[in-house]
């Protein structure tokens, strides 16, 4: 018998975007659908806040809301809380909030805080989410208000489709497959590399990583940095994959996620652009996640969801910094000087302070994860460990 919150938190949670992005939806002006987004957003926050501390003193492993609408009705646990997303869900809330918050008037017509509620709405489902089915789906509606955003402004989606088309086809395909109990076994490796490939896709490892670099130059700043900040992808494998994946697929993930992490890093020190900088940098630091999530070891595993947390709260405040900075100047350019600091000093401190964060600074969260993510991986492969050290020097000097 699975444990009851002592308040339908996660019901509340999700509820209240939707019901937000109702409500900006038939507002007329887009400074009206801000101060609703904003005090939704808050709310959702609270809710989020509410159920990680109701879960932290119940000392309990997982637990489902209290009066469980959709258990009354389905009859099924869909949304389940547990160590592991407890922490996530007021993380990824107070993304959207501060993204939402810190959009400028000037910006407020490119973009939408309806959708942004909606996509809100889905990912916090997500991580409170443990049917695969049901993940699957989740998963899927994500994509698509990335993909309107970037129709109304007139962007080219095809790289975004076809790469997110293909992901949600594997996903199906190889869940359907591992789904059927009365499949044979040699059936194991067809879905279980159909899998691998579908996650790889959605955390975009190298080579099929282009789909990013493509979102951050054709959509909005902030748009971007909400599909990809709660790492959704590292989640499904937690969770699609982990349960039941064989080693090689473990192994294979691993690899091809170093191979990302150290690659984008290298990326990153070359770029002249503000926004594919911030893509190669975060793109490295979420393959060491991903990498870290599979290692077997206690001190890897724990190093790696430091540094999942550590990523998306300093990372997040980087990548708003930016986007404050293109806010006021336009597209910022990498190769020369701005001499923005006279005028914006509280967001030169800002950029400064999330800036050494997301590279794991002593005194940071990511210092700790790092520290643990590399002591775990020396200890079970030493490359792995340089590697991991490599793609963290890497990142530091970009």
Known sequence: MIPELHFPWLE????????GA????????QQAAQ??????????????????????????????????????????????????????LPLTSLLYLMTIVSTLRTKLG????????????????????????????????????????????GASTRIFSMHMGLFIALLVLGWSLIDDSAGPKSAELLPATLLTIAVLLRAGAVPVHCWMTDLFEHASFGTAILFVAPMTGAYAVMHLLLPFGPSWAMRSIAVL???????????????????????????????????????????????????????????????????????????????RYHGMYEHTP?????????????????????????????????????????AVLLAATLNGIA
């Open 257 to 335: 996620s170093l191979v990302t992490a150290v690659y984008a890093a290298g990326m990153a020190t070359i770029q002249k652009d503000a926004r594919r900088f911030f893509c190669y940098l975060f793109l490295s630091h979420a393959s060491l996640v991903l990498s870290g999530l599979e290692i077997v070891s206690t001190i890897g595993l724990t190093g790696a969801l430091c540094v999942w947390i550590s990523v998306g709260i300093s990372l997040g405040g980087f990548a708003l910094t930016l986007r404050s900075v293109e806010a006021r100047i336009g597209r910022v350019s990498l190769d």
């Open 12 to 19: 509340f949670s999700i509820l209240l975007p939707m019901i």
């Open 346 to 386: 509280t967001l030169a401190g800002l950029f400064l302070l999330t800036g050494l964060a997301s590279i794991g600074f002593p005194g940071t969260l990511g210092f700790v994860g790092m520290e643990l993510l590399i002591e775990g991986a020396v200890g079970v492969f030493p490359f792995v460990g340089l």
């Open 35 to 88: 101060r609703v987004a904003i005090l939704v957003s808050s709310l959702t926050l609270l809710c989020t806040a509410g159920e990680w501390y109701d879960f932290s003193t119940m000392h309990t492993f997982q637990a489902h809301d209290h009066w469980d609408m959709i258990q009354w009705i389905f009859r099924h646990d869909y949304f389940v809380i547990d160590e592991l997303s407890a922490p996530l």
């Open 22 to 29: 109702i409500v900006c939806g038939i507002l007329p002006h």
């Open 110 to 153: 490119r973009f939408s805080f309806g959708m942004t509620l909606i996509s809100e709405a889905i990912v916090l489902a997500t991580l409170s989410c443990h049917s695969p089915w049901m993940i699957i789906t989740l998963l899927s509606l994500a994509c698509v208000p990335p993909w309107i955003e970037l129709r109304r402004r």
